[in-house]
């Protein structure tokens, strides 16, 4: 059984940083693109990052380019999402999710697997 499962979401005050962690298990996501969405009350599901499980090219919404950083350690099946400089506009439910190859990156429908999600929260 495939699963996705993330951690480290919490409570933070504006301009702090949080660390989240989606541990893959289940199957091996050696091909697979690895993202991170978002959903915030009222709004729908957005890209926030994504990150290629081969080369690790990674790609980032305009909105968290430049405080936000998406890593994976293969020997570990896992990606990671840093998080500086923390907004309450970043406020949300934020899900990992895999994706196999071929699909556009930013689109959440293309992505076969989802973890739960974890909340995070910024305080202004």
Do not use: H
């Amino acid at each position: 059984q495939v699963q996705l499962v993330e951690s480290g979401g919490g409570l933070v005050q504006a301009g702090g940083s949080l660390r989240l962690s989606c541990a893959a298990s289940g199957r091996t996501f050696s091909d697979y693109a690895m993202a991170w969405f978002r959903q915030a009350p009222g709004k729908e599901r957005e890209f926030v990052a994504a990150i290629a499980w081969k080369g690790g090219i990674t790609y980032y919404a305009g909105s968290v380019k430049g405080r936000f950083t998406i890593s994976r350690d293969n020997a570990k099946n896992t990606v990671y999402l840093q998080m500086n400089s923390l907004k309450p506009e970043d406020t949300a439910v934020y899900y990992c999710a895999g994706g196999p190859p071929g699909i556009v990156i930013m689109r959440a429908s293309d992505y076969d697997y989802w973890g739960q999600g974890t909340q995070v929260t910024v305080s202004s």
